[in-house]
Nanobody, 124 residues
């Protein structure tokens, strides 16, 4: 069972930036990627971005392309999500998890087990 700890969230005005960190993941070939997901009340977790464990290729859901950047530091067992030009609709609890991807779809590979997450609120 993977154990991730998310941090870096907070309250930010529209157009602002935040960098989220996820400590704990090991970059192995047991799964396709490591990724970020977000959840708002009453909805399922949405795949935001992931980074391939094979070649470092990155993938993003359409709504964040050009604004968010995922990166990794394998030596530190950490992945990051740099979020720029934030919009109110980005408000959510953000989680990291192992991920699979195909085309525009990113899904978690965590057997339904999520960590604490880190909250992001974008509001004026």
């Amino acid at each position: 069972q993977l154990r991730f700890v998310e941090s870096g969230g907070g309250l930010v005005q529209p157009g602002g930036s935040l960098r989220l960190s996820c400590a704990g993941p090991r970059f192995t070939s047991d799964y396709d990627a490591l990724g970020w997901f977000r959840q708002v009340p009453g909805k399922e977790h949405e795949g935001v971005s992931c980074i391939s464990t094979r070649d470092g290729s990155t993938y993003y859901t359409d709504s964040v392309k050009g604004r968010f950047t995922i990166s990794r530091d394998s030596a530190k067992n950490t992945i990051y999500l740099q979020m720029n030009s934030l919009k109110p609709e980005d408000t959510a609890i953000y989680y990291c998890a192992a991920a699979g991807y195909y085309g525009d779809y990113i899904w978690p590979i965590n057997f339904g087990s999520w960590g604490q997450g880190t909250g992001v609120t974008v509001s004026s």
